[in-house]
T-cell receptor, first 113, second 111 residues
């Protein structure tokens, strides 16, 4: 079954640690996105990609970085986690055409203590 | 400025009480308007895509409509299981194919 997977679902980590949030999709989609969402708040785009070796920064400034070495994989890395990074991170993917809907993973709830 | 605004922020309905949610947008070159449902602690679930003014889509108790400036999500005879946050998002030609979201409407349907 085609789907989009995020791991871990929940992560509690200490300040200063390096973390990588994983996102994989089996739909063969070229476009992938990372959004950040605080509880009860709107989704903010932090990174997106049009395909392999393509990465762009989104509308919300983020200290995270992303890579796209394989079509199906779009990991997000924080080199040094801080309490201000505490949030929910949502990964999505879509086909490359204009006006195509995006499908979301279940999210990673990150808490930095 | 390109913007997506949803209203109301929160809506409380009795079971069976129909209502509408609004999504207004100020973007140029709309390529698609999307409605999603989000349950607490989960990722958004895709509902509808609308591409041009006058278009309508239906799914069970939900019906989405689109004009040149706004979209409505009509909920007919809602049930408690319809309780969720409903998100509107747009993709437009000047936005480099990005999906931009509104803040959402939190819907609570009480028996």
């Amino acid at each position: 079954e085609a789907d989009i997977y995020q791991t871990p679902r929940y992560l509690v980590i200490g300040t200063g640690k390096k973390i990588t949030l994983e996102c994989s999709q089996t739909m063969g989609h070229d476009k992938m996105y990372w959004y950040q969402q605080d509880p009860g708040m709107e989704l903010h785009l932090i990174h997106y990609s049009y395909g392999v070796n393509s990465t762009e920064k989104g509308d919300l400034s983020s200290e995270s970085t992303v890579s796209r070495i394989r079509t199906e994989h779009f990991p997000l890395t924080l080199e040094s986690a801080r309490p201000s990074h505490t949030s929910q991170y949502l990964c999505a993917s879509s086909e490359l055409g204009l006006g195509t809907e995006a499908f979301f993973g279940q999210g990673t709830r990150l808490t930095v203590v | 400025e390109d913007q997506v605004t949803q209203s109301p922020e929160a809506l409380r309905l009795q079971e069976g009480e129909s209502s509408s949610l609004n999504c207004s947008y100020t973007v140029s070159g709309l390529r698609g308007l999307f409605w999603y449902r989000q349950d607490p602690g989960k990722g958004p679930e895709f509902l509808f895509t609308l591409y041009s003014a006058g278009e309508e889509k239906e799914k069970e108790r939900l019906k989405a409509t689109l004009t040149k400036k706004e979209s409505f999500l009509h909920i007919t005879a809602p049930k408690p299981e319809d309780s969720a946050t409903y998100l509107c998002a747009v993709m437009f030609s000047g936005g480099y194919n990005k999906l931009i979201f509104g803040a959402g409407t939190r819907l609570a349907v009480h028996p």
